[in-house]
């Protein structure tokens, strides 16, 4: 029997003509299958693995297993019975050692194994993993998805994908059944390159408008008044919005992305400009700006709080304060 995986999830497609593969999806896309619609696509499609190593995996596998999911004890033991495995992990590192390690994925999956990457990782890593898959015949993807939780709950999320054209061909139906809109861009490494200039762009809006909410307060003008003229004019867009929800409603789950991995990408982005020789300055500020923030230990905040760490910087009230919420014990 082939399979295909998620964080660990085995799928075993039915659907497809003649279907060949088997997927594991390790990390997070695991968890949003274990959450709603795309759990229900998934297991309409395919049979599915689990593993308990995950602990946020461990409270969802209950839901998993219920719904018909079987359960297998390490990544190792799952890479020797899938041919297309899905990662969704934190980063680069996380990545690294899922495949290289003795106990990864290149040691212990069988060749013509698709390996696809759907965290947001650095570039240049991508290009070393998908070296050292094409040494053993196996195959690399990049796959990063974007989207917020709620699309993808309703199995709604894109997903920007590098890879050869007959492995694209491969798992692209198998990435339909979370994502709506799906792009490929050419060969591997190009999506995790998309995604990390698409958050270079979202991270630059929200380190310049923490930055001008500051100048704004200092001189007088009140955090409203600067919505009131900004959020109704050209420069408002998505992101503003979501922004601008934690500053003038309170609303701390408007942008669910930490400060953390905002600084992470960040750094992957200037890595990726090293490494190609490109002159990013301001890429290097809008770093700054959330290094100083996770350097504080402030890592796990989201992104519109940014806003709050660059006003107390500057003697203005964070928004708590600012707008009298509840503080937690």
């Known amino acids: 029997m082939n399979k295909h995986a998620l964080h660990y999830i085995e799928l075993n497609p039915a659907p497809i003509d003649e279907p060949s593969d088997t997927v594991i999806v390790l990390g997070a896309l695991a968890i949003v299958a274990a959450l709603g619609f795309i759990l229900i696509v998934l297991f309409s499609l395919y049979p599915v693995t689990v593993t308990l190593e995950n602990l946020i995996m461990k409270n969802e596998n209950p839901v998993l297993l219920a719904a018909g999911a079987t359960e297998v004890a390490s990544a190792a ?3 020797k019975q899938c041919s297309v495995i899905f990662l969704c992990v934190t980063g680069s590192p996380q990545v690294e050692a899922l495949v290289l390690g003795a106990d990864g994925i290149l040691a212990n999956a069988q060749p013509g194994t698709v390996i696809v990457d759907c965290s947001t990782s650095d570039p240049v890593s991508t290009g070393k993993l998908d070296a050292a898959a094409r040494a053993v015949n196996m195959h690399f993807a990049d796959a990063p998805l974007g989207g917020t939780p709620k699309e993808a709950a309703i199995g ?11 492995v694209f061909k491969r798992i692209q ?8 809109n799906i792009t490929h861009l050419g060969k591997v490494g190009l999506g995790h390159t998309v995604k990390l ?14 930055e001008a909410l500051a100048l704004a307060r200092k001189a007088g003008l009140s955090a409203e008044q600067f919505n009131a003229v900004i959020g109704s004019g050209r420069m408002r867009c998505g992101f503003y919005d979501t922004f601008m929800k934690w500053t003038i409603e309170g609303d701390p789950n408007a942008h ?18 090293n490494d190609l020789g490109v002159v990013t300055p301001i890429q290097s500020l809008v770093r700054a ?3 100083a923030m996770d350097a504080s230990g402030q890592g796990q905040k989201f992104v ?3 806003a709050d760490f660059v006003a107390t910087a500057n003697g203005l009230s964070a928004t708590e304060e600012r707008l009298k919420l509840p503080t937690k014990d």
């Open 77 to 79: 033991e799952m890479a």
């Open 156 to 166: 709604a999320l894109s997903a920007m994908v590098g890879a050869d054209d007959d």
């Open 173 to 180: 139906p198998i990435i339909a059944t979370w994502a709506a």
């Open 197 to 210: 200039v698409n958050n270079y762009v979202a991270m630059g809006y929200g380190a310049i408008y923490a």
């Open 256 to 273: 669910l992305f930490t400060i953390t991995n905002a600084h992470k990408d960040m750094r992957y982005a200037s890595n990726l400009a």
């Open 289 to 291: 700006s959330f290094a």
């Open 304 to 306: 519109p709080m940014l």
